[in-house]
């Protein structure tokens, strides 16, 4: 059997080792150190627009801590995009809180803006207003930002970021991961940078990533004995992993254009079959690391489905995925409130996510184009 070709594995540099010999060396081995700041220095840089950054534990944990810094209780309601990981919802019901779904739009296949605004007075007129909007860049696509601003303007309701998929990913020029309220970020070991697991919580206030900190590492109060005001939280990132975060953050930009080689791979490869469509950006507003390639199969046109394609390359070992379930379809969101039409529901029946890593070899990728062509 050849070796395994993963939907999207870790692929270290050659400075990753260096800075966590240096966590050793100087017996840092906690959740705080050099690397911890200087992982966040790095990222704040990166990202630029006056961004203040806490690393987290991990991209579930900085939306858990989002959702409490924008006020989300116990009762309230929080929209969510549905075509998304269930990471995206699972932190609401954390709260104690209610999520109502929204389908995609075609573009993007991000959150649909009139399907959102739909939801939004659908919810003010039975006086549920809803305390939050979890958007996501969904595969490295970012969302209508524009339109999405709109809304939250005018129903001053915060947007919560999930950047966890676009590090590295523009809308507009402006670098995604610094259009929420709070933004979040994940370096867990299939995104495009890693840490092995972690994540970081992005705002435009040094107040709310204090806050974030404060809240990470136990509430604890100033007082020499352990004293809590709040109830606190062990998300803050380990100054070993944050050793690789710092290595990772020196060839994001070298993984950035290695993904979109990729998609420029698949472009071609799909160039001359009928009814397949590789996902792209819609406009040149929008620029995409394509932590994904992925692409929507019309059965009717093309001469397989996405599962006969899927089964193909799985017999060769090569791994791929239907798109993301959507929330609302999910069993343990079956009772959840959802607003649009079909659009992520039909997504999920024609799509498929291919082999997309920054390492993929030469090799690997003949490997991938051989089984596809097979099936013309
Ligand atoms: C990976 C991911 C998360 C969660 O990040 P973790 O670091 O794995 O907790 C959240 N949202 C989306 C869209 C993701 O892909």
Redesign the pocket.
């Known amino acids: 059997m050849k070796p395994k070709i993963y939907l999207s594995s870790p692929h270290m540099g050659d400075t990753e080792q260096a800075y966590v010999k240096e966590a050793f060396d100087s017996n840092w081995v906690a959740p705080l150190g050099a690397n911890v700041t200087n992982f966040e220095v790095a990222l704040e840089n990166y990202l630029g627009n006056n961004t203040y950054v806490a690393a987290l ?7 858990h801590l989002a959702l409490i810094l924008v006020g989300v209780q116990w009762g309230d309601e929080v929209l969510c995009q549905s075509m ?2 269930s ?2 919802a699972n932190p609401i019901v954390y709260q104690g809180a209610t999520p109502i779904f929204v389908d995609s739009e075609k573009d993007t296949w991000n959150i649909c803006p009139s399907a959102l605004e739909s939801a939004i007075k659908d919810r003010i007129s039975k006086g549920k207003k809803p305390k939050a909007i979890i958007a ?3 595969y490295g696509m970012p969302f209508n930002v524009e339109a999405l601003r709109l809304i939250s303007n005018k129903y001053e309701i915060p947007i919560i970021e ?1 950047s ?2 676009a590090l590295g990913s523009t809308y507009k020029g402006q670098k995604c991961g610094t259009f929420g309220d709070i933004s ?1 970020l ?3 070991g ?2 495009i940078i890693t840490t092995s ?3 970081a919580l992005v705002s435009k206030s040094e107040a709310i990533k204090q806050k974030a900190v404060f809240l990470a590492t136990q509430a604890r109060d100033e007082a020499p004995h352990y004293q809590h005001s709040e109830i606190g939280y062990n998300y803050r990132l380990s100054n070993i992993c944050a050793g690789i975060g710092r290595g990772q953050m020196e060839v994001l930009d070298q993984r950035v254009i290695s993904r979109r080689k990729n998609h420029h791979f698949y472009k071609q490869v799909f160039s001359n079959f009928e009814g397949i469509t590789v996902f792209e950006e819609p406009s040149t507003d929008y620029y995409s690391n394509h932590w994904l390639s992925c692409i929507l199969i019309d059965s009717n046109a093309a001469k397989f489905t996405p599962e006969q394609l899927r089964e193909a390359l799985e017999n060769e070992n090569i791994e791929s995925r239907p798109l ?1 379930k959507p929330m609302h379809l999910q069993p343990v969101f079956k009772d959840a409130l959802y607003y649009g039409g079909v659009i992520s529901e039909t997504l999920f029946q024609d799509g498929l996510c291919l082999p997309s890593g920054s390492n993929l070899t030469h090799e690997d990728l003949e490997r991938i184009n051989s089984v596809i062509q097979k099936l013309a």
Do not use: I, P
Request: proline fraction near 0%; avoid cysteine.
């Open positions: 534990s991990s991209g579930t944990a900085a939306l998304t990981f990471a995206s996501v860049h969904l999930d966890a998929e979040v994940s370096f867990n299939n995104k697991g972690g994540g993301w």
